[in-house]
């Protein structure tokens, strides 16, 4: 079992930044990629960025490139997500997840699920 611990979140204005992080316990050995989602009111979860647990691939959806930037601490155990110029449309609840397979961006290719942080963008 792997457990998943998201934080960061918060009440930002349009064009801050915030950086969420995923702490990850358990069998963290077994893992091979981790993702970052959100889901807004309504909406379906969407895939945002993810990176292999050893930390040398990623890779984001077009409409962050740019602005969000997935990166890993192996002596944390601990992917972050760093957001810059955030924008209203960018509220949602944001998730991280792991998984045991190659990095997808589909929800079913992941097997551990955090709780979920909430990230509100004001305009």
């Known amino acids: 079992q792997v457990q998943l611990v998201e934080s960061g979140g918060g009440l930002v204005q349009a064009g801050g930044s915030l950086r969420l992080s995923c702490a990850a316990s358990g069998r963290t050995f077994s893992i091979y990629a981790m993702g970052w989602f959100r889901q807004a009111p309504g909406k379906e979860r969407e895939f945002l960025a993810a990176i292999r647990w050893s930390g040398d691939s990623t890779y984001y959806r077009d409409s962050v490139k740019g602005r969000f930037t997935i990166s890993r601490d192996n002596a944390k155990n601990t992917v972050y997500l760093q957001m810059n110029s955030l924008k209203p449309e960018d509220t949602a609840v944001y998730y991280c997840?792991?998984?045991?397979?190659?990095?997808?961006?589909?929800?079913?290719?992941?097997?551990?699920w955090g709780q979920g942080t909430q990230v509100t963008v004001s305009s």
């Open positions: 997840a792991a998984g045991y397979g190659p990095i997808v961006v589909v929800t079913t290719g992941y097997d551990y």
